[in-house]
């Protein structure tokens, strides 16, 4: 691993290498190393989620609490039995319904399951990616894979493989280059380590709520506060450089009026076609979204951009809160430093 480890590489997917990509990431994770993941939420930083040592390097390279929780990937729905006990009927539905997809279940540990992958909890989180090179990875690996988001604590989640080897470089062994993630916001995150009745949303993400309640014939409550822990409950989290004002669309010119000697970007929820289109009036930066799978594909990418130009505030204006809109006030008002009330 000495190779490997002195500097990250960058592997590109086409048809003629799939299957070394496939082979090379799998053996870094059987010698305990680290590799950057694509999803379709967004990039991880993989390890063997039975190895303590390798797991600890997680910690170390991300500068992670401790007691921060993990999620666990695994390649099919069949695999919660060898991490998770007492699986409820409404996990074992949104497992078979809404897997491979961007959704994680909190559900009751198994013994074996080492504390650094649970922060010591009780509970562990489960996912099954759809990306199909992480797909194809777990599969050859053909065990669990913790990988939270690659990139430093609490800061801008990477969607692409360039912004992994800005945050991290060559602290991972290897950085496996799916492309840009089609989703480009973290998984929702269910607890059902309680029963069926007393199932709630924890993270708000991928999967929208009203897509939950359709599956489990009833609306699955969002609380931001539990008992349980999981990525994504602090109250600042998701951050860029450049301090950043979530505001709702009618307050923007004030917004914009009240920080108007600072290098502004603005981000503006409305109808685009694709990609992000910027302008710019003087000390200012402009980018318009759609207000739900275009602006949570571009969002993160955005902030990182607003950063690059030199921005020092950033306002953007808050979604409908609707199917992504949830998430994406979710992730503007903890990158502001300040959540979101509450909702039982």
């Not at 070394?20 to 590799?35: F, P």
């Not at 198994?110 to 649970?118: E, G, I, K, Y």
Request: proline share 8%; net charge negative.
């Amino acid at each position: 691993m000495g190779a490997t480890r002195a500097r990250a590489v960058r592997w590109l997917l086409s048809a003629d290498d799939h299957d070394t990509v496939v082979a090379r990431a799998v053996a870094v994770l059987r010698a305990g190393g680290l590799i950057a993941l694509p999803t379709e939420t967004v990039y991880g930083l993989g390890a063997d989620a039975s190895n303590a040592a390798a797991v600890g390097r997680i910690f170390a390279v991300k500068g992670r609490p401790a007691d921060h929780p993990l999620i666990v990937h695994i390649a099919h729905a069949d695999a919660m039995d060898d991490w998770a006990q007492a699986i409820s009927p409404l996990a074992r539905k949104l497992a078979t319904q809404l897997w491979p997809g961007p959704l994680t279940l909190v559900l009751e540990r198994r013994p074996h399951v080492l504390d650094a992958v649970t922060g010591g909890q009780a509970t562990i989180g489960l996912r099954v990616p759809a990306h199909p090179l992480a797909l194809a990875v777990l599969r050859e690996f053909g065990g669990g894979v913790a990988a939270p988001s690659a990139n430093r604590f609490g800061r801008v989640s990477p969607t692409s493989p360039e912004h992994v080897r800005s945050d991290l470089g060559d602290a991972v062994d290897l950085i496996v280059d799916g492309g840009p993630c089609t989703i480009g916001l973290e998984s929702t995150i269910v607890d059902v380590s309680r029963g069926d009745d007393d199932a709630v949303i924890l993270r708000p993400g991928g999967i929208g709520p009203e897509v939950l309640a359709e599956v489990a014939r009833r609306p699955i409550p969002l609380r931001e506060s539990a008992e349980v822990r999981v990525p994504g409950q602090l109250a600042s989290h998701y951050a860029p450089r450049a301090r950043l004002f979530a505001v709702d669309p009618e307050d923007l010119d004030q917004a914009v009026a009240t920080h108007g000697s600072e290098a502004l970007g603005i981000i503006v929820a409305g109808p685009t076609n694709g990609a992000p289109q910027w302008t710019q009036r003087g000390r200012a930066w402009k980018v318009v979204l759609d207000p739900e799978h275009e602006f949570a594909r571009h969002l993160y990418a955005v902030l990182r951009e607003l950063d690059e130009r030199g921005c020092t505030v950033i306002i953007a204006t808050l979604p409908a809160a609707r199917e992504l809109g949830v998430a994406i006030i979710d992730r503007l008002r903890r990158a502001a430093g300040s959540p979101p009330a509450s909702s039982h």
